[in-house]
């Protein structure tokens, strides 16, 4: 009895004393030192250890010297990943990754070294076929746009030239073939309407230059529509795209389309509140040239509600009431709101280019005139 008592206690202490050295065997350690693009070493970063196959993780940080180690690793694949900090991790926004890395059951060891994977991939090392092949796709789709662009650049160039010179028909020529070399540029499209627009203004017979005009509310069109499409990325993207709704407005105005001027110059406006009072005074100015007088001062009144200190709307909207004036006897009565009109142009430029016409209006309604405008005035005097 005694006998078996000691096998049996023999072979339970063979057990226990087994038992973690098998339990040990299912675990490795890692080590390895991280470095950023500049070699220098990546303190208090963030390496995440993820088992491929049963999700496990393990979040490990580096020392100062970017080092960074572990033991008790499960044996099997991971998806081995650096992060600049624990916010980063967060955030999963890696600093770089490996796939696939086998941790057995000995020392295991990675290091991240940003400097020579950054050398690496200019040199296509460790990529596929596949993306050496999209990588080759890539700088060559690059460097024929470099090409593009600076050809479309040189005939930009010489289009300006001409349009400055008022040879028109050459800049024509050369927007033209810039199109042909690359019809996606709304600059180019805005720049042939702006060609084309000019050229109108020189022409005696007047078919052509409705046909000049028609084109170019073709281009500002296209130009229009292009930049639509494209994203837009800053606010300088919808200052372009009024810009070009207010020169398609004007080429409509000098076609004779009233309408769809007016409608354009609104979706300038709307498109660029910041410059808003601009293109409702040149919609005002188009009401105006046509004799729409109440439209024309409805577009005055979108102009000094957008900005308050401009005088010319001031000015145009008076032009436009005084228009409406009736004759009661000898006595010209013109509407509420004229003399205050007149006043405020007078205020605000009491020495503008319209202000001797202002003063005129005024005295012909019967309307007081303010001298004291641009004076400065003196403080009166303190009693004693």
Request: aromatic share 8%; charged share 25%; glycine share 6%.
């Amino acid at each position: 009895m005694k006998k078996h008592l000691v096998i049996f206690t023999f072979i339970l202490l063979m057990l226990a004393l087994s038992a973690p050295s098998l339990f040990a065997q299912a675990a490795g350690t890692i080590k390895g030192v991280c470095k950023d693009t500049q070699g220098n070493p990546i303190a208090d970063g963030v390496v995440q250890l993820v088992n491929i196959d049963n999700g496990q993780k393990y979040t490990l940080k580096t020392n100062k010297k970017g080092e960074y180690f572990s033991l008790g690793i499960t044996a099997g694949k991971y998806k081995i990943t650096l992060y600049q900090t624990a916010d980063d991790l967060k955030a999963n926004k890696e600093l770089f990754h490996v796939n696939g890395f086998q941790i057995t059951l000995d020392e295991n060891t990675l290091d991240f070294d940003l400097k020579k994977e950054q050398e690496k991939t200019a040199k296509g090392e460790g990529l596929t076929p596949e993306q050496i092949k999209q990588q080759q796709e890539a700088k060559e789709k690059q460097a024929k746009e470099v090409n593009t662009v600076k050809s479309l650049n040189d005939k930009l160039s010489a289009a300006k030239a001409a349009s400055d010179s008022g040879d028109f028909e050459t800049a024509i020529a050369d927007l033209n073939a810039a199109n042909q070399m690359d019809p996606t540029r709304d600059l180019i499209w805005f720049k042939l309407g702006d060609a084309y627009r000019m050229s109108a203004n020189k022409q005696t017979d007047k078919d052509e230059k409705q046909k000049r005009l028609d084109s170019a509310v073709q281009s500002y069109q296209k130009a229009v529509d292009l930049k639509q499409a494209a994203p837009q990325k800053d606010p300088a993207a919808t200052k372009t795209l009024a810009a070009y709704y207010n020169n398609l407005a004007e080429a409509y105005a000098k076609a004779g389309k009233t309408d769809d001027a007016v409608k354009t110059y609104n979706l300038a406006a709307q498109t660029d509140p910041t410059s808003a009072a601009q293109y409702y005074y040149n919609a005002g100015a188009v009401l105006t040239n046509i004799g729409k007088v109440d439209d024309a001062i409805a577009a005055f009144d979108k102009c000094i509600a957008a900005d308050p200190n401009k005088a010319d709307a001031y000015y145009q909207k008076g032009v436009n009431l005084i228009g409406k004036a009736t004759l009661q006897g000898e006595k010209m009565v013109a509407p509420a709101g004229t003399a205050e009109a007149f006043q405020k142009y007078l205020e605000l430029q009491p020495t503008g280019q319209y202000a001797d016409v202002a003063k005129q209006m005024l005295a012909s309604i019967g309307a007081s005139i303010e001298t004291g405008f641009g004076k400065k005035k003196t403080p009166p005097k303190k009693s004693n």
